[in-house]
């Protein structure tokens, strides 16, 4: 079957909408000490709290994981302890999970009827931390 010159254009667009486009999970970090590199952490070892631990410990940076409805929080959580691991963390102090407002929506009008799609996005936040000496 071959699809007129036409409507190639517009199946592509709502095929990469509906396939590629809702797609959505990223990690991005802000350093606020020189972490340990050379001791490195196993993803699986790294403690998530919300608050601080007892032991003397120094906050190395942040991480913001972003992440849409069709991820799960346990994926966006490992993902964080993935990345807190290259740093060297002994662990994470969550900070916040929230909603973004703005939903991310595109529309494209196939005839006179319009195709439009919306994904929540949320946030994922937390303090990277590790140990010090006492």
């Known amino acids: 079957m071959t699809l007129p010159g036409k409507t190639i254009l517009p199946v592509l667009l709502l095929w990469l909408s509906i396939f590629a486009a ?19 952490t196993r993803p699986e070892n790294i403690a998530i709290s919300y608050e601080r631990p007892e032991k003397k410990h120094l906050i190395i940076g942040e991480l913001v994981v972003r992440y849409n409805s069709e ?22 102090i969550l900070q916040s999970i929230e909603r973004a407002d703005d939903n991310w929506s595109m529309s494209h009008h ?5 195709v439009q799609f919306q994904v929540k996005i949320y946030n994922l936040k937390g303090s990277m931390y590790q140990f010090q000496p006492e």
């Open 22 to 40: 809702p797609s959505c999970l990223s990690v991005g970090q802000r350093m606020y000490n020189v972490p340990r590199i050379e001791k490195k």
């Open 71 to 92: 991820y799960r929080r346990e994926l966006a959580l490992k993902l964080m302890k993935e990345k807190a691991a290259e740093y060297g963390a002994d662990g994470i």
């Open 110 to 114: 196939q005839g006179d009827t319009p």
